[in-house]
């Protein structure tokens, strides 16, 4: 059997469809499976050993230029590709309008959720097959069950199975050669994310990376982005044992992340990566709800804030309450903003990333019931 998935985007979203394929391939003796996928991800698909060809889309790169891209042969030429093999089944795991448009160059028919499932409705229509998933249920479990049920094989939701090669993502980064260089144990800081309401404030990463390498911790900071850079160079500022890592592809903060010993992470694409290589980690949420579509695996934790007006699902801070103030070691006292991450201080969330590793090292990742 011949399938085509279509995800295109964005980095978290295409994490949490690896364990539907992982559900497919060993359901499905011999099955073959290309997807494609937006171009700054094309690096993830190719890390499951069931997926043979990965055809990179540039939806984002076209719509800056969408009359002269229609009309030149870039595009062209991926319709081409779409259309070199006729699939058993094309599954649209995006839900989109423009997901259900590419469905709709390849050739075969095409599977997604139905009206009441989908977050654009519209979509459903181009489908001939129209699955019901319910919405309440987090995005991993919603698209296992959408692959089960359009390609007709049970599975078990307590289990679950990311199926990256870590080994061969770690081999072909250099990582594993350097790994008996790194004499004390590895926290990596993954403070970059997109909406201003989803950033745990700075002064809180810096107090966070003192406490880390007082403990014996070193301390990673990657970055991808000039400001995320910036925020990085102002943490690790003077404090030994912490590292601000070079820019680097997925496949190298892939290995960087399989390398360590646990991970602190805000609502951002690389804490779902975290997630997928079933490393420790404590993932802080405040505007954004971790139940619909937060870090989803084995040795995981999500920290929410307990004000009322959170998750807000607001890209920015629109709290009106009385001003929440904390105190750092230094004795400086700021004013917490955004104020949900008040409920999440420094001290506890290492204190919650020290329990977490400690029990990873007395469990085998993979093995058992989700948490």
Avoid at 48 to 67: D, E, F, Q, S, T
Avoid at 96 to 113: D, F, M, W
Avoid at 185 to 193: A, D, R, V
Avoid at 204 to 217: H, K, N, P, S, V
Wanted: proline share 6%; with cysteine; aromatic share 8%.
């Amino acid at each position: 059997m011949h399938i085509l998935i279509v995800k295109t985007s964005s980095l978290g979203d295409i994490i949490h469809t690896l364990p539907a394929v992982s559900d497919a391939a060993r359901a499905i003796p011999g099955l073959t499976i290309d997807w494609v996928v937006e171009e700054a991800f094309a690096e993830i698909p190719s890390w499951h050993p069931a997926v043979g060809r990965v055809i990179p889309v540039a939806i984002r790169r076209w719509r800056k230029n969408a009359w002269q891209n229609l009309l030149g042969g870039e595009v062209r030429r991926f319709r081409q590709q779409l259309k070199q093999n006729r699939y058993d089944l094309i599954i649209d795991a995006q839900g989109l309008l423009k997901s259900a448009i590419v469905c709709r160059q390849a050739r075969g028919p095409i599977a997604g959720l139905d009206k009441h499932s989908i977050k654009e409705p519209a979509a459903s229509w181009l489908y001939q097959q129209r699955h019901d998933v319910p919405r309440a249920d987090h995005a991993v479990q919603r698209v296992r069950q959408l692959f089960a049920k359009s390609l007709g094989y049970g599975f078990d939701a307590n289990a679950l199975n990311y199926g990256i090669r870590v080994r061969e993502v770690e081999r072909t980064t250099g990582r594993v050669a350097d790994a008996s260089a790194d004499v004390a144990p590895t926290l990596m800081f993954l403070h970059g994310t997109t909406w201003d309401s989803k950033h745990w404030p700075e002064l809180y990463w810096r107090e966070l990376a003192q406490l880390a390498t007082g403990a014996g911790y070193r301390v990673k900071l990657p970055w991808g982005t000039s400001d995320e850079e910036a925020r990085a160079v102002s943490v690790a500022q003077d404090l030994p044992g912490v590292t601000v890592l070079p820019r680097m592809s997925l496949s190298s903060l892939a290995g960087e992340l399989a390398a360590s010993d646990g991970v602190v992470a805000v609502d951002t694409g690389l804490g779902h990566l975290a997630a997928a290589l079933n490393r420790p980690t404590v993932s802080i949420y405040g505007a954004t709800n971790p139940f619909l579509s937060g870090t989803f695996g084995y040795h995981q934790l999500q920290l929410k804030s307990d004000l009322p007006c959170s998750p807000c699902m607001r890209k920015h801070c629109h709290y009106q309450g009385q001003p929440l103030t904390d105190t750092l070691s230094n004795g400086e006292s700021f004013v917490v903003t955004p104020a949900c991450y008040r409920a999440s201080p420094p001290g506890e969330v290492l204190s919650h990333l020290q329990r977490m590793i400690s029990q990873a090292a007395a469990t085998t990742a993979g093995a058992g019931d989700l948490p």
